[in-house]
């Protein structure tokens, strides 16, 4: 079987992501792509959340990661909105329209309400 | 470029450059050796000034913080296992600086420890809440530099000068065995004490907070070759007290509190408080360090929003990050483990976390493609990797050593 290895410049892989707004909202934990045998290979989707740090990992790390980690969320982001790749990948959308930055979006809601939160 | 934050950058990094690991290390080194350590000193400062100075143009240049660096450059599994590491280490340290916060908070009010600890917490985490990076940097750098005192009082001990230069030379002041090994376990103990990774972490986080531009690395500079060099200054006017007062009657001390015998000494009740404001907010400036730099590692790990320059509520869980590490290390403390023994073991293990957190750094500050024109320069590459070979020497040597030496009492 022939193995295909694929540099990309710059660096995706593990970039930190920034929505329109400017906040962080994940890394690039994955990538998918799409083509068929013979076509050019294109960028399909980002892959962002814990379900991929599960597969990216081998052996007692993966379970001590799946141990405290017990999230399975997994957030597929449409190349489409990537607007920028370096040095820092950004999105022409907000992060919760994407399904991202969720969990700060309900901490917000309980820290607002501490006096100088 | 602004003269006034030029200045107060240059105050923050020499007053925020003692911390409890110094107040430890450096006693006890002193006490056993004399003079004889004062290289190791030198030798640190030199290298935390290069590596720091390269996170600094990186943040300022590529705007990213040493974590995402780290990711990004060794991949996910190796940033997870740097990630659990460093963050252990951090909250090590943390935990020996509220520890040390509260012998101070002591020392002052001569309350119950195990009520200051509260008392220590409770500051720690209104001041981290409330107040803003920069003002928080201000505060415990200008605060810090009352450390000064404890220079005023190794000069007015009139110490035996010619034995002072002396110590700037690695020398061997030892006949037996033994002693090799305790002084090869405070020379590195020494040296990692000033080339802590959580100083990285947080100055690069700080520089991002901050909006740093390219207009910013003079400041860079000077906070990092300057500020540094003060900062050691006063690391060495530790040992100099130390080793003049405790080396020649053979007195090992063993709590954070003795040093304050030199100022006390030398200008009386004055020089006793003036002192103890010093290391109060010189340890309590590195516990606020230490808890954020944990808190950035995780969020830049995992990609959060993190940051001290927006309400907590805007960045939820590096928020609940710091939190979590300031409770974890009360509750460590409150199980009655002595701050003291837990800076010689954070040290120690910090020193295996060296090649995870500096090599990321040092290729990234050789990368064009990231810096541009600001890429290092031949003299700066020179000297950050003789600092790498000499950093793997340190963190393979570092555990044997703690074993060996029995903690620098074999």
Not at chain 2, 38 to 55: D, K, N, S, T
Not at chain 2, 182 to 201: K, N
Not at chain 2, 372 to 378: D, E, I, P, V, Y
């Amino acid at each position: 079987m022939k193995v295909l290895e694929i540099n990309l410049e710059p660096r995706l892989m593990d970039c930190q992501i920034i929505d329109v707004d400017g906040k962080r909202c994940g890394k690039v934990d994955d990538l998918v792509f799409e083509g068929d045998v013979g076509s050019q290979l294109k960028i399909k989707s980002i892959l962002v959340g814990p379900r991929v740090w599960y597969s990216r990992e081998t052996g007692s790390l993966a379970a001590l990661l799946s141990f405290f980690i017990r999230s399975n969320k997994l957030i597929e982001v449409p190349w489409k909105y990537v607007v920028e790749i370096f040095p820092i990948v950004k999105l022409n959308v907000r992060a919760q329209e994407l399904g991202l930055r969720a969990l700060d979006t309900k901490l917000a809601g309980i820290l607002e309400r501490i006096p100088g939160g | 470029m602004n003269f006034v934050d030029l200045l107060l950058g240059f105050i923050s990094s020499a007053g925020g450059f003692i911390d409890i690991s110094n107040l430890v290390f450096n006693p006890q080194s002193a006490a056993k050796f004399g003079y004889a350590l004062l290289w190791p000193m030198v030798v640190g400062a030199i290298g935390i000034a290069v590596y720091a100075e390269m996170c600094g143009r990186v943040a300022a240049i590529a705007k990213k913080p040493v974590f995402d660096l780290i990711r990004e450059r060794t991949g996910f599994n190796i940033a997870m296992i740097t990630l659990i590491a460093s963050n252990i280490v951090n909250l090590l340290i943390a935990t020996a600086e509220i520890g040390g916060v509260a012998i101070m908070l002591q020392l002052f009010s001569g309350l119950s420890y195990r009520g200051l600890l509260f008392v220590a917490f409770g500051l720690l985490l209104l001041i981290l809440w409330f107040i803003k990076f920069k003002y928080l940097e201000w505060i415990f750098g200008i605060m810090g530099m009352f450390m000064v005192t404890f220079l005023v009082a190794a000069i007015k001990l009139s110490p035996n000068w010619h034995q002072v230069v002396l110590g700037f030379v690695p020398s061997i002041p030892f006949e037996a065995k033994t002693d090799m090994l305790d002084y090869l376990y405070f020379a590195i103990g020494l040296l990692g004490s000033l080339l802590m990774p959580y100083q990285v972490y947080f100055y690069s986080s700080g520089g991002i907070e901050e909006g740093w531009k390219e207009k910013d690395l003079i400041t860079n500079k000077i906070t990092t070759y300057a500020g540094y060099a003060l900062g050691a200054i006063l690391a060495i006017a530790l040992s100099i007290v130390a080793g003049t007062i405790f080396f020649p009657g053979h007195i090992q001390p063993q709590a954070v509190g003795t040093i304050l015998l030199g100022p006390a000494l030398t200008m009386g009740k004055v020089g006793l408080i003036l002192g103890m404001i010093g290391m109060l907010f010189s340890i309590g400036g590195a516990a606020m360090e230490t808890s954020l730099a944990g808190a950035y590692n995780l969020s830049q790990f995992f990609g959060w929003q993190w940051g001290k320059f927006q309400r907590p509520s805007e960045a939820p869980r590096f928020t609940l990050s710091w939190l979590i590490m300031l409770i974890v290390a009360v509750l460590v403390l409150l199980t009655g483990i002595d701050p003291v023994k837990i800076t010689n073991l954070a040290v120690i293990f910090s020193v295996v976390v060296y090649p995870l957190t500096y090599i990321p750094i040092l290729l990234v500050a050789n990368d064009k493609r990231f810096l541009g024109k600001h890429a290092n320069g031949r003299v700066t590459n020179v000297l950050a990797w003789v600092y790498l070979v000499i950093l793997l020497v340190v963190a393979i040597s570092a555990v044997p050593l703690l074993i060996l030496s029995k903690g620098g009492n074999g």
